[in-house]
């Protein structure tokens, strides 16, 4: 039984990849990094439920097999197709968000960290409804440089995804989507919570297409 659920995932898996660079032509750019096996957190812009898939599904299999996503456990364990995708196919580290469940969200992120996954991270907490390029961070992202500096942590920006599908759209456009790899950046040391998050979203938003031309 185990072996089928294994063969399943992986089979869900590769479908994913073929509907995603089908619908997207999603390609990855490789700006401030190596596509080579590392233990980062990719820290990424959140304006799809599709985001996490279009990472994933640009990174080299010898890097996919060791990623992990930090997602919501009421999304992914929401109907028996989604807590089929979640934990065997992406792998998640599933967190509670809701707050009368005494769950820690960041010690299972840390647990996942010691073990030698990477992981991608959404540090707005939520999807970006707004105009705005980001919403605020919260504090996950510094909480993880702290706890282990020598992870890298790599801005990742996902563009165009909202164009390809916009909202009340049935057929994608065609468009290319792009996944933009940048510079890793660490916790300085005496660095403050607000001045990192700060730092971070800077480095994040350099990443956009229009900021690098």
Same mark, same amino acid.
């Given at each position: ?88 196919? =992406? ?5 509670? /968000?809701?707050? #009368?469940?005494? +769950? ?7 647990? $996942? !960290? ?66 933009? =790899? ?5 916790? /300085?040391?005496? #660095?403050?919570? +607000? ?7 800077? $480095? !994040? ?9």
């Amino acid at each position: 039984m185990k072996f089928l659920r294994q063969f399943a995932a992986r089979i869900v898996g590769q479908s994913i990849r073929i509907f995603a660079r089908a619908i997207t032509a999603v390609r990855a750019e490789w700006k401030g990094i190596e596509p080579v096996p590392r233990q980062r957190v990719y820290f990424a812009n959140h304006t799809s439920n599709a985001d996490m898939p279009m990472i994933w599904s640009v990174l080299p299999p010898a890097m996919r097999r060791t990623v992990r996503p930090v997602a919501a456990a009421d999304y992914w364990l929401k109907n028996k197709l989604r807590a089929f995708v979640g934990p065997e196919v =992406f792998n998640c580290v599933l967190v509670d /968000r809701r707050p #009368e469940v005494q +769950d820690k969200p960041m010690d299972k992120i840390i647990a $996942a !960290l010691d073990e030698g996954s990477s992981l991608i991270i959404f540090p707005e907490g939520n999807r970006n409804m707004t105009e705005d390029p980001l919403l605020p961070f919260k504090a996950g992202l510094y909480n993880m440089g702290v706890a282990r500096p020598d992870v890298d942590l790599v801005p990742t920006w996902v563009a165009n995804l909202t164009e390809i599908m916009p909202k009340g759209e049935v057929i994608p456009l065609p468009l290319i989507c792009t996944v933009t =790899f940048g510079e890793p950046i660490h916790v /300085r040391e005496g #660095e403050s919570k +607000d001045d990192f998050l700060k730092r971070a979203s800077e $480095a !994040l938003l350099a990443q956009r297409p229009e900021a690098r031309q």
